[in-house]
Nanobody, 129 residues
Framework: QVQLVESGGGLVQAGGSLRLSCAAS????????MGWFRQAPGKEREFVGV????????YFANSVTGRFTISRDNAKNTVYLQMCSLKPEDTAVYYC??????????????????????WGRGTQVTVSS
């Protein structure tokens, strides 16, 4: 089992920044990916970005490219989502997720929430206009 705990959410004005953290515990894994997803009220969960555990390669949804970055601290088993130039449409609950199967490294595969085995409970991000 893998436990994921997100933190760092909050209320921020448009144009501001936030850094979300996702701390993993339990079964360790070195393969697969750690993804970030978000879900706004009345909308489906959508892919935000992902970092491959083995290579550190990162990929992002078009809507956040250039504004969001993902980094990791292997010693702390923590992944970070740095969000800059936030917009009201970024308001959502943000979830981190772990894919431990490492079945594929394609963005198509990694952007599909159904391919992730473990999920955190989410952290609310609200961007005011």
């Amino acid at each position: 089992q893998v436990q994921l705990v997100e933190s760092g959410g909050g209320l921020v004005q448009a144009g501001g920044s936030l850094r979300l953290s996702c701390a993993a515990s339990g079964r360790t894994f070195s393969a697969g990916a750690m993804g970030w997803f978000r879900q706004a009220p009345g909308k489906e969960r959508e892919f935000v970005g992902v970092i491959r555990r083995s290579s550190g390669s990162v990929y992002f949804a078009n809507s956040v490219t250039g504004r969001f970055t993902i980094s990791r601290d292997n010693a702390k088993n923590t992944v970070y989502l740095q969000m800059c130039s936030l917009k009201p449409e970024d308001t959502a609950v943000y979830y981190c997720a772990a894919d431990t199967d490492d079945y594929s490294s394609s963005l198509y595969y990694m952007s599909n929430a159904n391919n992730y085995d473990y999920w955190g409970r989410g952290t609310q991000v609200t961007v005011s206009s």
